[in-house]
């Protein structure tokens, strides 16, 4: 069992830039892979980012490519994810995953744990 909470929302202007953190419980963190889904109003949730157990395969959704960048710290069970040059269309609530399975890495139903989100706005 992984319980997430992220931390790090908020309001930021067109061109800013934030760092949304992800805390994980359990002894276990490092053998998941990480991922980050958005979920904007009146839409479906998409992929963002993940990073792989070890941090060696990276992949971005081409949306956010060049202006986000995720990393983790598997000492700290923690996962990030710098945005920078935020559009006003980023604007969405941010959720990190979790997940065991070697398939689906871009899918929702390739993660089996999930925090509970936290708003980023972006004014225009």
């Known amino acids: 069992q992984v319980q997430l909470v992220e931390s790090g929302g908020g309001l930021v202007q067109a061109g800013g830039s934030l760092r949304l953190s992800c805390a994980a419980s359990?002894?276990?963190?490092?053998?998941?892979?990480m991922a980050w889904f958005r979920q904007a109003p009146g839409k479906e949730r998409e992929f963002v980012a993940y990073?792989?157990?070890?941090?060696?395969?990276?992949s971005y959704a081409d949306s956010v490519k060049g202006r986000f960048t995720i990393s983790r710290d598997n000492a700290k069970n923690t996962v990030y994810l710098q945005m920078n040059s935020l559009k006003p269309e980023g604007r969405a609530v941010y959720y990190c995953a979790a997940g065991a399975r070697a398939y689906r890495v871009i899918s929702m139903m390739g993660y089996d744990y999930w925090g509970q989100g936290t708003q980023v706005t972006v004014s225009s």
């Open positions: 990073i792989t157990s070890s941090g060696v395969l990276i």
């Open positions: 359990g002894r276990t963190f490092a053998s998941y892979r």
